[in-house]
């Protein structure tokens, strides 16, 4: 245990006194100056919690204007620099940041190490990602430079070629967004090499590689795959810069450019990208699913296989976005084909969750709930998958509302489920408090709920021929009610994200206190204190199978017996 | 006991309750019956071979579905921790080989069969011999309107398609050239053929052979800026005799009518000739829609109002009215002079 109780404590002075302004500057100070591997883990998930309610806010707005066909709340400008904020902000700034967070702040204490690699690279990257944030949201502001008038981008963000042309998207809102994309993107490529050189070779005695936690497994591989797909982004962002301003072609199609390679390019990172943002929450799921069944997971060698496996296929699937742009025929074949094989580790792994509950005894603490919804949701996402690989039918389906139930399946119905699930989680460990499972309760079912009302629906406005990205649609169209209907479902979510935010901060002062270990849990991070001390642990734990304290709870029964 | 009982029930039951639900939702909230692009309403071959390829696609992944969702629910239900349990951990379970090999080799029977069969409907749809007797059409994509050319019948219009039906017996399909002016656009009336894009420098091809008469909506399908949302598109399928007679009117000159020569006057002489061609006049733009026959249209502006005087002139007087950011400026006339413009494009039939 580590030195919590002061040997002196009475003769402590106690007496409450107010906080004066240097000790609060002091304060600050240490976290902006902070290389500790727990506090920027903490820093990246307050900074994502908090665009998540922006990005919430921008898709409240949009529910509002389509909730009934010929709304005016916002205008066609407006709409459209709405959605292309709320995507861009929630993959780059929501998403990626909290799991790069959980990264941070898990890796080092689940593998026996006192910080990342490089704690100043760590601390660089935040900012850079921190930074690529505010220059984006700068554009609201300074979007149109010298005009002195707001506009944000309003490209959408997959930013196709050539509406990015100068020609189309005068001002200067594009030009923030391709320079914020490359600012945050370096953050991410130096958290990613950070991770694999943490989990490669920061390791504690006895950990071999395959002893790491899943959830450090998932890290590394996540890290290995930014490395890849973070590098085509930053390039077409870049040839996007010359082209708007150095008299460049790469995308010009006046001058001969092609709009197909910015596709090609966008693709190449996107694909991975959202591999990128999935299985990281497969390494929460890993971590929370065998620990509420009361299990060890089920086919950990499969579950390594299958990621690594996940991994490679998708760096040869991007053009499944592009059926509709004319490719040959085989060429079509080919995208199907490649697409459909990813469909088989991702069924290796929802086969191995199964098997981890079966034969458990499941307790339905708030984490857990998390993580089943989120099998649940992401089954149903790995088919829609299948059917838009289906090349025929995504020629349907391709950009229209079944395309956003598909996405928002995986990235509300399992990352951010799975998210929600790490920080009720994690959160006794980082705060020493409990969050409140009362609260927890209301904030998942409410959840749940609206995100069935929300998305399910959305398939089907697809079937019936709604596209998506429009501001307002026909009347006469038969979209109307069920448009009502996903609105609801979004307000319902809002609230739910409320009680979420409600529920950090009260638990903050207020809540249970939690100890080392509340969950009964068998990885390294839960036999530190919590907090941990910001040397994580005071002698250099050993370990000698996969789950360290299931081997101390259990001496006789344990798990190196067993493990291959 | 009793109450993880009921919590793991409502936790199983309420996904799925949910999700039948919505499934019942459409059918009982989508409104008007026969108004609705829906993919699954198809009336041309394309549509309809790939509305038969989702049913297959639907029952296998519906099969999976209903397999591996029943198993998880089964397993919360069955596996709940219960208030008699005492507090011994369940048996530790690391994997099983044969278990996973068989559930590794069933999903791979899956894709090939799911691979094959989209492989040959692909081929089937994309590498379709044209027959001669098609129709040509190229469609050029505007930001936010559509312009039809028919290169063999020298005629050239805006936003409305004509096209002739098509028969097992009497085939006639139209070949639609796909091709855009400024950005990305994407053609999709979802009852006769799935989406192609019309990309600038990047000609696409897509046919469709409508089996029944009647008029198919659809929109742009690819965010293509401010308007996108209103850029519409309206396919009418024409018997053969309707569409001869609709082609022989439109290979006319614009009409000359001598009562509304004020009208075409000022159209003459104000900066709509930069952007809009009327046949037979000194109007030659090509930036805007074709107006030589504007009259025979249902709808102006892609389709974001009624063809009716009112709208006309709402239209002139302030494009953005109906249309905010669509690409023809208010052109500061008066009252007047719109109302003789109006009175002269009403003419053009
Ligand atoms: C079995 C697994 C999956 C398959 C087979 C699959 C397949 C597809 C296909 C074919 C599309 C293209 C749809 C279109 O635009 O026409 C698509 C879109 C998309 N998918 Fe998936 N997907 C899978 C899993 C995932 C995962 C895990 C994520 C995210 C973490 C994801 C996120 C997305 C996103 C964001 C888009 C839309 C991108 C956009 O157009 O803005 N998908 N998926
Ligand atoms: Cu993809
Ligand atoms: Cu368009």
Redesign the interface.
Known sequence: MADQTLPIAGSLDVTPQRLSRAQVLEWLHGWVVTVDHKRLGILYVVYGIIFLLVAGAEAMAIRIQLAWPGMHFLSPELYNEMFTMHGTTMVFLVGMTILFGFANYLVPLMIGARDMAFPRLNAFSFWMTAFGGLLIYYSFIGGFGLYGMGAAPDVGWWAYAPLTARAFSPGHATDYWALALIVAGFGTLGTAINIIATALSMRCRGMSLLRMPLFVWLMLVTSALTLITITPLTAAQIMLLIDRYLGGHFFDTQAGGSAVVWMHFFWIFGHPEVYVLVMPAFGIANEIIPVFSRKAIFGYPAMVAASVGIAFVSMGVWAHHMFTVGMTSVGNAFFVLSTMLVGIPTGIKIFNWVATIWGGKIRFATPMLFCLGFLFQFLIAGLTGIMLSVAPWNWQLHNSYFVIAHFHYVLVGAIVFNIFAGIYYWYPKVTGRMLSETLGKWHFWLFLIGFHITFDTMHFVGFLGMPRSIYTYEPDRGWNHLNFIISIGGMIQGIAVLIFAWNLVQSYFRGRKAGNDPWDAWTLEWSTPSPPPAYNFATDPVVHSRRPLWDLKHPEDPDWKYEA | MRE?GA??IR?VS??LL??AA??A??IA????PQ??????APAST??S??QD??WF??AI?GG??VT??G??AW??FR????KT?DDS????????TQ??LA??VI??LI?VV??LT??R???A???APKPQVALDVTVVGH?FWWEFRYPKLGIVTANELHVPVSSALEPRPTFLH?LSA???H?F?V?QL?????L????P??MWIDPRHTGLY??????????????M?LRVYVDTPEEFDTWVKQQRQPGMQDSSVAAGRHIFETEACTNCHTIAGTAATGTFGPNLTHLESRATIAA?AALNTTENLHAWIQDPDHFK??ALMPAMQLSGEQIDELVAYLTTLH
Do not use: M
Not at chain 2, 79 to 82: E, S, V
Not at chain 2, 199 to 202: D, L, Q
């Open positions: 993880h919590r793991a936790l309420l996904p949910c999700f919505v499934s939702a459409p909230w989508a409104d008007g108004s609705s692009p829906s993919i699954f394309p549509a071979s790939i390829l989702s696609v639907l992944t999976i579905f591996v969702g198993l998880l397993a919360i596996y709940r921790a219960r349990d951990e369940p048996a530790q379970i690391y994997g099983s278990v996973e559930w590794t999903p791979i894709v799911l691979f989209t492989a409907i692909i081929f749809i994309q590498d930001q796909l400024d950005v990305d994407s999709w979802p053929a799935g989406k192609t894009d990309i600038p420098n990047h696409n091809d909506v659809g929109q742009c399908a690819q965010f293509c800026g401010v308007e996108h949302a209103k519409l389709g905010p950011g």
